[in-house]
């Protein structure tokens, strides 16, 4: 069974950094892309940055210049180090990999980690 591992979150003061990491388990056939996501209380998941195997990326304009996402290949890896955070990052943070299994790609979620910023 596939599945995603996170890691990083928690409480910090504004200003503060943090860096969320989410690795696949599992046996897969290599990994498309990954990316963050994040949902805070009373709105709707979003997308906050992402990046192919290639390492094209992809950010949400609040977070540019702020946050940046990067890759293991070898580890299945996705890093997301966030920096200058700000109390609106408050967040549950998701990890979504889009995976290739034997029989086709298939989208896998983790099961989310708190990220609160302090003002």
């Known amino acids: 069974q596939v599945q995603l591992v996170e890691s990083g979150g928690g409480l910090v003061q504004a200003g503060g950094s943090l860096r969320l990491s989410c690795v696949v388990s599992g046996t897969i056939g290599g990994v498309n892309a990954m990316g963050w996501y994040r949902q805070a209380p009373g709105k709707q998941r979003g997308l906050v940055a992402d990046?192919?195997?290639?390492?094209?990326?992809n950010y949400l304009d609040s977070v540019k210049g702020r946050f940046t996402i990067s890759m293991d290949n070898a580890k299945n890896t996705v890093y997301l180090q966030m920096n200058s955070l700000q109390p609106e990052d408050t967040a549950v943070y998701y990890c979504n990999a889009n995976v290739r299994l034997t029989w086709g790609p298939r989208n896998v979620w983790g099961q989310g980690t708190q990220v609160t910023v302090s003002s």
């Open positions: 990046i192919t195997s290639r390492g094209y990326t």
